[in-house]
């Protein structure tokens, strides 16, 4: 079994940035996909970004260039430095890992970008 529990948001004026991590305990080094989705109310959930086992990284377009997903294997973490913040990245954020056993989601944790 896999639990992913996220931290590093919070409020934020436009223009700055925040660190998203999320630590996770049990086996996720054979993952598949690990990513960051992310949920404003009213709204579906959306990838934001993400890494694929073969080491390359997926941006939605809004975010490219601002924001940067990354991993540490040794920590069983994956982070997400979100930089140049806008309102419209107002939403609550959850870390995801697919594996071939399964999906896991976190928590979440929100993310208000407001002056």
């Known amino acids: 079994q896999v639990q992913l529990v996220e931290s590093g948001g919070g409020l934020v004026q436009p223009g700055g940035s925040l660190r998203l991590s999320c630590a996770a305990s049990?086996?996720?080094?054979?993952?598949?996909?690990l990513g960051w989705y992310r949920q404003a109310p009213g709204k579906q959930r959306d990838l934001v970004a993400a890494?694929?086992?073969?080491?390359?990284?997926n941006y939605v377009d809004s975010v490219k260039g601002r924001f940067t997903v990354s991993r540490d294997g040794a920590k069983n973490a994956l982070y997400l430095q979100m930089n140049n913040l806008k309102p419209e990245d107002t939403a609550v954020y959850y870390c995801?890992?697919?594996?071939?056993?399964?999906?896991?989601w976190g928590q979440g944790t929100q993310v208000t970008v407001s002056s």
């Open positions: 995801y890992v697919k594996r071939s056993v399964g999906e896991y």
């Open positions: 049990g086996i996720i080094f054979d993952f598949y996909v």
């Open positions: 890494i694929i086992r073969d080491g390359t990284t």
